[in-house]
Antibody, heavy 114, light 110 residues
Framework: EVQLVESGGGLIQPGGSLRLSCAAS????????MSWVRQAPGKGLEWVSV???????YYADSVKGRFTISRDNSKNTLYLQMNSLRAEDTAVYYC????????WGQGTLVTVSS | QSVLTQPPSVSEAPRQRVTISCSGS????????VNWYQQLPGKAPKLLIY???LLPSGVSDRFSGSKSGTSASLAISGLQSEDEADYYC???????????FGGGTKLTVL
């Protein structure tokens, strides 16, 4: 059974850093495209980043240069390193499998506030 | 302002049929597959339609997708109260080199 479990969210001050994790089971992260998608409170879905099975990465303009997507094949885990956080980064962050996002985690809430 | 345009809300009576539109451009819908997601209140999104018109295993055949040019549509027939949710379209955008979502459509079953 495919499962995705995000962790690492929390309250962080503007300018701070957080690393989100997405532990996968039931499939191999490195063999799939993996995405991060976020949803600000009361708002719609916003794509954040994707890492291809071959290792190529792409980012939304809103996070480019501040966020880094990566994976640890030995842990079958996807990461999102978030630096220079801003209030507008406040959202629930979901990881999802494949470009179709056929499986989603339950999400982890990141709140950027002083 | 979302790259893909959806109506903010639609409503219809039970057992009726409703369609949700998604308008884009040649760099996204016109050249790439469209996926649709259902998000029930307080839940994570769920894939409803992929590659324009394919149903994932376990999704009711009351849901169907179509695409023409730079627009796509999601149709839901035999509406039920449990279909009340937010619906999002998405597609890869070749110009932005990223995935783009519609702003979402809230479906109310009257």
């Amino acid at each position: 059974e495919v499962q995705l479990v995000e962790s690492g969210g929390g309250l962080i001050q503007p300018g701070g850093s957080l690393r989100l994790s997405c532990a996968a089971s039931g499939f191999t992260v490195s063999s799939n495209y993996m995405s991060w998608v976020r949803q600000a409170p009361g708002k719609g879905l916003e794509w954040v980043s994707v890492i291809y099975s071959g290792g190529s990465t792409y980012y939304a303009d809103s996070v480019k240069g501040r966020f880094t997507i990566s994976r640890d094949n030995s842990k079958n885990t996807l990461y999102l390193q978030m630096n220079s956080l801003r209030a507008e980064d406040t959202a629930v962050y979901y990881c999802a499998r494949d470009l179709t996002c056929n499986y989603w985690g339950q999400g982890t809430l990141v709140t950027v506030s002083s | 302002q979302s790259v893909l345009t959806q109506p903010p809300s639609v409503s219809e009576a039970p057992r009726q049929r409703v369609t949700i539109s998604c308008s884009g451009s040649s760099s996204n819908i016109g050249n790439n597959a469209v996926n649709w997601y259902q998000q029930l209140p307080g839940k994570a999104p769920k894939l409803l339609i992929y590659y324009d018109d394919l149903l994932p295993s376990g999704v009711s055949d009351r849901f169907s997708g179509s695409k023409s040019g730079t627009s796509a549509s999601l149709a839901i027939s035999g509406l039920q109260s449990e279909d009340e949710a937010d619906y999002y379209c998405a597609a890869w955008d070749d110009s932005l080199n990223g995935q783009v979502f519609g702003g979402g459509t809230k479906l109310t079953v009257l």
